[in-house]
T-cell receptor, first 113, second 111 residues
Framework: EPEVTQTPSHQVTQMGQEVILRCVPISNHLYFYWYRQILGQKVEFLVSFYNNEISEKSEIFDDQFSVERPDGSNFTLKIRSTKLEDSAMYFC???????????FGEGSRLTVL | KNQVEQSPQSLIILEGKNCTLQCNYTVSPFSNLRWYKQDTGRGPVSLTIMTFSENTKSNGRYTATLDADTKQSSLHITASQLSDSASYICVVSANDYKLSFGAGTTVTVRA
């Protein structure tokens, strides 16, 4: 069964360092998303991406964040200068259509020290 | 503001028992509602999807109901198993395709 894959599964970094989280969405999907979930809290929307551009972003997605789909398969989330409060589980998700089922990856746990 | 409220926040049940989780939403205009199961440290996995015209939908031992008039949904777990221990998240989609997530209900099934 097709799945969304994410790497790394866990990354530990020092405050101020750049982090890139990678995702390979399901191959025929057109809509891509990043969400985050701080431990014990709800899933929060970060950004949606369609047709090679950001279609929507939340207040959380400030200038420190960026997304890219560099080669038609990978979908990356970059955090330029990590802060302690960026520690969370980051989920990539994708779907074929704008209203279709959203498939989540297993997440990348980011720990900022 | 579109909101999704879930209750209870957590519950503990004995293996083999049933339980019901609640989801109230203020999302408008409503498109669909999904229940997701999230195992600890894993990504959410869709259990059911319900549109405006659907009242009940089942997926094995999981049965979701929807009352679009009162903007309420429930997820009923029948004959719970240890593997049902997880967080259950209600996600409501508006007509503009934006998704609103509930905070989830954490279910713990004990032997």
């Amino acid at each position: 069964e097709p799945e969304v894959t994410q790497t790394p599964s866990h990354q530990v970094t020092q405050m101020g360092q750049e982090v890139i989280l990678r995702c390979v969405p399901i191959s025929n999907h057109l809509y891509f998303y990043w969400y985050r979930q701080i431990l014990g809290q709800k899933v929060e929307f970060l950004v949606s991406f369609y047709n090679n551009e950001i279609s929507e972003k939340s207040e959380i997605f400030d200038d420190q964040f960026s997304v890219e789909r560099p080669d038609g398969s990978n979908f990356t989330l970059k955090i330029r200068s990590t802060k302690l409060e960026d520690s969370a589980m980051y989920f990539c998700a994708s779907r074929w259509g704008a209203t279709g089922e959203l498939f989540f990856g297993e997440g990348s746990r980011l720990t900022v020290l | 503001k579109n909101q999704v409220e879930q209750s209870p926040q957590s519950l503990i049940i004995l293996e083999g028992k049933n339980c019901t989780l609640q989801c109230n939403y203020t999302v408008s205009p409503f498109s669909n509602l999904r229940w997701y199961k999230q195992d600890t440290g894993r990504g959410p996995v869709s259990l059911t999807i319900m549109t405006f015209s659907e009242n009940t939908k089942s997926n094995g031992r999981y049965t979701a109901t929807l009352d679009a008039d009162t903007k309420q949904s429930s997820l009923h777990i029948t004959a719970s198993q240890l593997s049902d221990s997880a967080s259950y998240i209600c996600v409501v989609s508006a007509n503009d395709y934006k998704l609103s997530f509930g905070a989830g209900t954490t279910v713990t099934v004990r032997a």
